[in-house]
């Protein structure tokens, strides 16, 4: 992990945050600022001390008046209009809407398109179990994806919708990656490139890891390569935008010989990368950071004598 921190060292402060929220009233008392802030028709987004010990269950002022203390300067601020939320506030809120604190919803396996970036079969499985999101393949038993499984993703949707979301999720994480954020707390991530065994082979991947919370994310290379620029508008040209597939289908391309990536070190990381889409051919390098430069992008005559 990046932090030198020991895992037992935490802030005394941090302690007695938490331990300020485990109380069904001030929880109320978050949920009730939150629906005043996201009152489109509200004057603003804070509260008076006698409105929101109307909108909580306590018994008296006195006791309201406590417990009210105990989130001031963490989770709620005073100001000239009344109470409001602060961010850490908001976060809680949102943390219990979403089901972080339910248990996990299960589903699966069902077949979804794609293929295994290990053997290349077209046989993969998405299923839900232990809180994780998982895409295997049938063939040769390879996890090709994992994420967390936050049970709001499963309010309101169908099995497909689900994995669908996932597929949509895993592209927004790496739009966080891309700039050196976590996307779990905005912290700063350190990355590293690794050659990792899947099966009989090996992938090259981007190991992004938090300093603060150690949220981590695992992106191939071959992810890092795709959302170039240059690699877009060829696939856009090809009929494929690739914001609008999943990983595992994304992998039906760089699994096939249209797709070759070759690691020409391994420690610092340098690969060279080719790919052809109809009659463009681009050419790519990918260095340590990871960073990809286009080497050279050329576009064949097409077989009736003109080009794209």
Known sequence: ?????????????????????????????????????????????????????????????????????????????ETEDGYQLTYAGDKVRRALFSG??????????????????????????????????TVDCRECATPIVSDLFPQSIAQERSTQEIVDSFGYGIWAKYVFVRGGVCPECYGLLDTTVQQLERGEHFMSVSINECRRCWFTVSIPIDVVVAFHPVVIEAF?????????????????????????????????????????????????????QPSVTVVEKTVRESSDGCGE
């Open 100 to 133: 972080l604190y339910e248990s996990s919803h299960t589903f699966g396996p069902v077949a979804v398109k794609g293929a295994c970036p290990n053997c290349g079969a077209r046989s993969l499985d998405a299923y839900s179990a232990d809180g994780q999101f």
């Open 1 to 77: 992990m990046g932090s030198e921190v020991p895992a037992t060292d935490i802030d005394e402060n941090v302690i007695e945050s938490i331990e300020a929220l485990a109380n069904q009233q001030r929880l109320e008392i978050l949920v009730a600022l939150a629906e005043r802030k996201y009152n489109e028709e509200a004057e603003t987004s804070a509260l008076s001390f006698s409105h929101l010990y109307d909108a909580v269950s306590c018994q008296s002022t006195s006791q309201f008046s406590y417990h009210l203390k105990q989130l001031v300067g963490r989770f709620v601020v």
């Open 236 to 288: 856009w040209q090809h009929g494929v935008s690739l914001l609008d597939i999943p990983l595992w289908e994304l992998f039906e391309y760089t699994t096939t010989e249209h797709w070759n990536t070759a690691v020409r070190a391994e420690e610092p990381f340098a690969a060279s990368v080719e790919i052809v889409l109809d009659e463009t051919e681009i050419r790519l390098s990918v260095d340590h």
